[in-house]
């Protein structure tokens, strides 16, 4: 279980996120939706430990982890919206990076893993400055989940990626909650949200519990004041 309970950030003068309080068992879905630079980016960025919040707490199974960025890294898969990719090495040399040198673990992931779903065999040893947008996403993904954590945070895992490959990701998705993992997703793409066990528009910096069935835009509509 991951319990978020009133987390903050302010850039300035600004409040980015007032509150935000959700909860996620293992095995569930939970949906991030919310209109461009609502904050979600942000709250993501907190919870993978890669900022810092100005107030606020997430445990997991009981233990206090955030701020905690090496109990982090052990738990938590962030796949960023942006990519984290090093452009001058070769797909293969990025996914090294991420296994830490575990050969046998890189070699079973590219055989039957993750990596092997995504089809990054297929340009392994190509550099990423010279792979497509779908391509650089796909290795982005197949890096996050090299740790194997139980909690997966994916900001937009869909954007640039062909309709095979989101398939074979939302393939992937439902065998890891079913494994007991937990997913955090933001997504405009309805399939990617009918995912969700629960879903959430982050709207003005507080984040509000919404029903499932409807798209992103028709929830961030419902949830504006």
């Given at each position: 279980m991951i319990e978020v309970t009133d987390v903050w950030k302010r850039y300035k003068q600004k409040s980015v996120l007032?509150?935000?309080?959700?909860?996620?068992a293992p095995g569930e879905c939970v949906g991030i939706a919310g209109s461009n630079g609502c904050g979600k980016t942000t709250l993501f960025s907190v919870l993978s430990g890669t900022i810092?919040?100005?107030?606020?707490?997430?445990?997991?199974?009981?233990?206090?982890?955030?701020?905690?960025?090496?109990?982090?890294?052990?738990?938590i898969?962030?796949?960023?919206?942006?990519?984290?990719?090093?452009?001058?090495?070769t797909a293969k040399d990025n996914l090294r990076l991420y296994?830490?040198?575990?050969?046998?673990?890189?070699?079973?992931?590219?055989?039957?893993?993750?990596?092997?779903?995504?089809?990054?065999g297929d340009f392994l040893g190509t550099a990423v400055?010279?792979?497509s947008g779908g391509m650089k996403k796909r290795l982005s993904i197949?890096?996050?989940?090299?740790?194997?954590?139980?909690?997966?945070?994916m900001d937009e895992p869909g954007a640039a990626l062909d309709l095979i490959c989101k398939e074979d990701i939302r393939n992937y998705l439902t065998?890891?909650?079913?494994?007991?993992?937990?997913?955090?997703?933001?997504?405009?793409?309805?399939e990617e949200l009918s995912l969700c066990n629960k879903m959430y528009?982050?709207?003005?910096?507080?984040?509000?519990?919404?029903?499932?069935?409807?798209?992103?835009?028709?929830?961030?509509?419902?949830?504006?004041?």
């Open positions: 007032e509150g935000v309080a959700f909860s996620a810092k919040a100005d107030k606020g707490s997430m445990k997991y199974e009981g233990q206090e982890i955030l701020g905690s960025r090496r109990i982090i890294s052990e738990c898969a962030y796949v960023p919206q942006e990519n984290p990719l090093m452009e001058e090495l296994y830490r040198g575990d050969k046998k673990k890189l070699e079973a992931d590219l055989d039957h893993g993750t990596a092997a779903m995504l089809g990054i400055s010279r792979l197949a890096c996050a989940l090299s740790n194997h954590a139980p909690i997966l945070i065998k890891y909650m079913a494994a007991g993992g937990t997913v955090l997703l933001s997504s405009h793409e309805l528009v982050l709207n003005h910096g507080k984040l509000d519990q919404a029903p499932i069935g409807m798209s992103a835009k028709e929830l961030v509509s419902r949830f504006e004041k």
